[in-house]
């Protein structure tokens, strides 16, 4: 088997699954312990599932961010076949994360959605990473590669830096006060936006050199 079809057949399927782990999880958990609020889940499994389905929204994402670093310092070139499919996992769970917003903490009461988005903040920045992840999903394909041209595609995709700052500033405005786990995200997520500033500074630099 060559390597190409080692990972086209073995790895990709194999991370495709697993990232279906954490949905798995919460799924299982909150049926077999009946939504109740002595089970699993906690005194407040609204909440919970809520929650978890933010954090995972946000793990993706960075480890989406992480893709082309770890290609530059380690030369795994061959990382990059998964940032496609580890961004739109991170879509995918933040589609969740909003449907169970909508779902089950509101009950599709669209008039307090509508007040929660344009009074809460840290909802409306919510929503304006969501509004970006959706538009890069949106043209995640090769088609809408070739239709929009590879440069203005490039400058669109370079929305997910926006969303990953939003995002943690959305997780930090929502836990009250300061809190570490915000800000260990918004840490890697500095450090993973950090890497491409001294790049392109270091290119500009040896442009004017
Ligand atoms: C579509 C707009 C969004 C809405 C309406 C929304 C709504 C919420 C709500 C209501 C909470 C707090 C739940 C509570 O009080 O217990 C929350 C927390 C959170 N959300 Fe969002 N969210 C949105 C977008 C996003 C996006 C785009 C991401 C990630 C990519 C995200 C990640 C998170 C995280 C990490 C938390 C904190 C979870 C924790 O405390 O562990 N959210 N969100």
Redesign the pocket.
Known sequence: MTRDTFIRKIIKPAVFVGALGPLTWIAWTAYASGFGPTGPLGA?PI?YI??????W??R??LMALAVTPIRGLTGLKDIMRFRRMIGLY?FF??CL??SS??GL?QFFDWGE?WK??TKRN??T???????I?AAMAATSTKGMIKRLGGKRWTTLHKGVYV?GI??CV??YM??KGVQL??II?AGICAVLLGYRLVKHLKKKAAARA
Request: charged share 15%; proline share 2%; hydrophobic share 50%.
């Open positions: 407040n909440e809520n929650r978890y389905l933010g954090d929204a946000i993706f994402l991170a769970y933040v994360h909003l917003y909508i903490d959605i929660d988005i840290y909802i920045v919510g929503m304006g990473s969501f509004l992840l969303a939003a995002t959305h997780f929502m836990r786990e915000p995200y």
